[in-house]
């Protein structure tokens, strides 16, 4: 029996940076979730990630990640992926030091 598809996102790491990244839907790349694609067609996804990682000059690593769709975009249903959409934890720096400059 066939797994049920879930939605998804694209998402990767910058080749040249190494920030988590996510395909947008006129495919270009955006370090914000809340603007990445969510793909709710198993067939749709295959060739969307298919089209990632084709992109060898600008991503590595591209895969597809389970989201819930909200009205804020989509969100992670893993914790793999919410930790590695707020970055590093080893300390602040990236996202994380720009988060804590906007706090501070």
Known sequence: MPREFHPKVVTASDLLIGDVIYQTADDSW????????????????????????????????????????????PQPTHFREEFRRTGPSNYAHGKQEMLARHQG
Not at 59 to 69: E, H, N
Request: zero cysteines.
């Open 30 to 73: 955006t370090r914000e979730l809340a603007q990445a694609e969510i793909i709710t067609d198993e067939a749709h996804a295959q060739l969307r990630l298919l089209d990632a990682e084709r992109q060898v000059d600008r991503i590595v690593g591209a895969y597809l990640a389970d989201m819930r769709p909200t009205q804020a975009g």
